[in-house]
DNA sequence: ATGCATATCT
DNA sequence: AAGATATGCA
């Protein structure tokens, strides 16, 4: 029931948007927490590298709105596809496009401007996905012996020797990496076999290769819904019936699983770090991250609320010029910057960026 | 050309 | 037996 006794703090991270002070100022937080970090300003970039190496990032932190594609599209994708726990942030914080996020797998919303304690609680997300996989371990080991005796295939059985067969292809995962995200590019509902099929430029593929793929893929996604929706059926019930028989029911819990992340106390954290993953692609030259040393997040208790002003975005780089509104706030993200004047009040309260 | 159902293969 | 892929048809 307890989590793994190696479970690691050090979760790696990939975290989209398209504001680069935004990415830059995350990136520090979690150095701060001994996270490892990869940004991208692209969701396209982001797909690349989920879709290249596997068992390369722990969680995924996107922005809702990104230009260059639909970021929900991209959520559905890696929540169900590659089942990477994804948390989506937007300075939209309105309840329509919150639900949306969570409705389509988002294991949680962030409304900016961000905090630092949600990025120093982010690895619970892990955790939780951890634990779930675990417990499903341990119901499955208590029923049959014998399935319990699964052998681990390794993907690398290429012995085969495919000369007869002519119309048979197979999807080797280098196919899927091109099939997928094209889809994604396109849009599931939008992505249709014959584009599809021109994008991809491999003389073997036919469009019906493709069609019966896209099928099969959008059967997953489906399915996927399917069993979704169940699952908020069944918590929805069960919270009305708590709710009827004033009783609190553990589905209390699951309903709100999103809204009560936060609150952690810092004794909580694990102990052991054994999980080293040397391979983590990418690292920038400075990268301080350090697999032996965990330093646990310190509560942010003397943090002094500074003055946040906010600037129209045309003349945001200006420096300190264009300010229109005022506002107490102790956040990033939300392309403001602060009054020079304040900055040195800061102290080491890294969290905060300006231009 | 598509999407769906289902046959066929592994 | 189940999942992946191909084929048939509206």
Redesign the pocket.
């Known amino acids: 029931m307890a989590l793994p006794q190696q479970f690691s703090t050090n979760i790696r991270v990939l975290v989209i948007d398209h504001d680069i002070n935004l990415l830059n100022a995350i990136e520090k937080v979690c150095y701060k927490f001994n996270y490892k970090v990869k940004t991208c300003s692209k969701v396209s970039d982001a797909l690349n590298l989920l879709l290249g190496k596997k068992d390369i990032f722990d969680l995924v932190l996107i922005e809702a709105k990104m230009p260059d594609m639909d970021s929900y599209g991209f959520l559905r994708h890696v929540t169900q596809q590659i089942n990477i726990p994804v948390i989506m942030m937007c300075v939209d914080g309105s309840r329509s496009v919150v639900m949306k996020a969570i409705d389509d797998g988002a294991c949680d919303y962030w409304i900016k401007p961000l905090t630092e304690s949600l990025i120093m609680n982010m690895w619970q997300h892990v955790a939780r996905k951890l634990w779930k996989e675990n417990k499903n371990l341990e119901l499955m080991s208590e029923g049959v012996v014998n399935t319990s005796m699964k052998q681990e295939s390794v993907e690398k059985n290429n012995n085969?020797p495919e000369s007869?067969?002519k119309?048979?292809?197979?999807?080797?995962s280098e196919l899927?990496r091109k099939f997928i995200s094209i889809v994604v590019e396109l849009n599931v509902?939008k992505?249709?076999?014959?584009?599809i099929?021109a994008r991809m430029n491999e003389p073997e593929l036919?469009?019906?290769?493709v069609?019966?793929?896209?099928?099969?893929y959008?059967?997953?996604l489906k399915r996927g819904e399917t069993k979704k929706q169940k699952k908020q059926n069944k918590t929805a019930e069960a919270t009305t019936k708590a709710k009827i028989s004033n009783e609190s029911s553990e589905f209390d819990f699951q309903a709100y699983d999103a809204s009560i992340l936060h609150v952690v106390p810092n004794n909580f954290m694990p102990t052991n770090f054994t999980h080293q993953p040397n391979n983590f692609p990418h690292q920038p030259n400075n990268f301080p991250y350090q697999p032996n040393k965990f330093i646990p997040p310190e509560p942010i208790v003397n943090a002094v609320p500074i003055k946040f002003y906010h600037t129209d975005s045309e003349e945001e780089t200006s420096s300190s010029a264009s300010i229109n509104q005022q506002q107490n706030c102790n956040g990033f993200g939300t392309n403001s910057i602060i009054n020079p004047a304040f900055i040195n009040t800061l102290n080491g309260f890294g969290f905060v960026y300006c231009n």
């Open positions: 085969k007869s067969t119309t048979r292809i197979k999807w080797s899927k509902d992505a249709t076999p014959k584009k099929l036919t469009r019906e290769h069609a019966s793929h896209l099928q099969k959008r059967y997953k």
